[in-house]
Nanobody, 121 residues
Framework: QVQLVESGGGLVQAGGSLRLSCAAS????????MGWYRQAPGKQRELVAT???????NYADSVKGRFTISRDNAKNTVYLQMNSLKPEDTAVYYC???????????????WGQGTHVAVSS
């Protein structure tokens, strides 16, 4: 019923920038929280940044001051602008959204397929 499609990953040198996008589509009634997680090889998935429909934003300490999350509610799309990238930012980045579908009665998390970000030193 709901699909999240990410784009914007790739290979970049340290100090460079990338912008990730994630668009939600399907039988969507409302979206509460949207955001990004990442998972590096051999590590657990970790929070990168989240934003609520009301505009509250939360960042992981490791990305504060370098990454910016934004959201277009009209397009059901969330963005992640990543600046001053470091090799330790290398990971698969996953979009997620807390969605209530049409005729639904509760919010549930949906996940994108992931997009690779590789930062070379």
């Amino acid at each position: 019923q709901v699909q999240l499609v990410e784009s914007g990953g790739g290979l970049v040198q340290a100090g460079g920038s990338l912008r990730l996008s994630c668009a939600a589509s399907g039988s969507i009634f409302s979206i509460n929280r949207m955001g990004w997680y990442r998972q590096a090889p051999g590590k657990q998935r970790e929070l990168v940044a989240t934003t609520t429909s009301g505009g509250s934003i939360n960042y992981a300490d490791s990305v504060k001051g370098r990454f910016t999350i934004s959201r277009d509610n009209a397009k059901n799309t969330v963005y992640l602008q990543m600046n001053s990238l470091k090799p330790e930012d290398t990971a698969v980045y996953y979009c997620y959204a807390n969605i209530m579908v049409v005729s639904g009665s509760y919010y549930a998390n949906s996940w994108g397929q992931g997009t690779h970000v590789a930062v070379s030193s």
